[in-house]
């Protein structure tokens, strides 16, 4: 079946301005999260959801950052008022559910953003 | 502590040789270690995992060997081919989410 996808794959903004980035998991995969990638890092942890809910927000970053999951599928990452520290790869990752004896992570191709 | 240290940082084998990528970590609660395989441009994809129960696991040309005692774990892989050539993270899981080290760079030469 068909991977995790992401869209957009590139988006370049201005400064203060307002993105949305899209994952769309493994049907059937109740956990989603996203993770940040800054260039010659490892991915950091931003929020996970089991079903419509999030279960861990912990690694959001500040206020800025805002998820939603509303029918429990499809995933939206929202970033308000854009820096130009926010530009990395927004990794989305789901999983059939979370915390499973060995429940792998299968992760999207990211979106590459740059605020410029 | 939450961070998984990650030992080195780049790596360049010989066709046909063993690759040795280390990692460590602090937290006893983590509960599952895999390791993720990049290339540029791509999401990592897993390439194999363990729990802490296991002190090796093979998968091919990939081998995890885990010491629970020093909490450190590492990845050989064995007859490397430039195919490998990518970025390797180690990552431990934290209840839901995975800690992920910084990576390796693996270059291996024809």
């Known amino acids: 079946g068909a991977g995790v996808s992401q869209t957009p794959s590139n988006k370049v903004t201005e400064k203060g301005k307002y993105v949305e980035l899209r994952c769309d998991p493994i049907?059937?995969?109740?956990?989603l999260y996203w993770y940040r990638q800054s260039l010659g890092q490892g991915p950091e942890f931003l929020i996970y959801f089991q079903g419509t809910g999030a279960a861990d927000d912990s690694g959001l970053p500040n206020d800025r950052f805002f998820a939603v999951r509303p029918e429990g599928s499809v995933s939206t990452l929202k970033i308000q008022r854009t820096e130009r520290g926010d530009s990395a790869v927004y990794l989305c990752a789901s999983s059939l559910s979370s915390g499973g004896a060995e429940d792998t992570q299968y992760f999207g191709p990211g979106t590459r953003l740059t605020v410029l | 502590q939450q961070q998984v240290k990650q030992s080195p940082q780049s790596l360049i084998v010989q066709k046909g040789g063993i690759s040795i990528i280390n990692c460590a970590y602090e937290?006893?609660?983590?509960?599952?270690f895999p390791w993720y395989q990049q290339f540029p441009g791509k999401g990592p994809a897993l390439l194999i995992a363990i729990r802490p129960d296991v002190s090796e696991k093979k998968e091919g040309r990939f081998t995890i060997s885990f010491n629970k005692s020093a909490k450190q774990f590492s990845l050989h892989i064995m007859d490397s081919q430039p195919g490998d050539s990518a970025t390797y993270f180690c990552?431990?899981?934290?209840?839901?989410?995975?800690?992920f080290g910084k990576g390796t760079k693996l270059s291996v030469k024809p």
């Open positions: 049907s059937g995969h109740t956990a």
């Open positions: 937290n006893t609660a983590f509960d599952y």
């Open positions: 990552a431990a899981r934290n209840i839901g989410n995975l800690i």
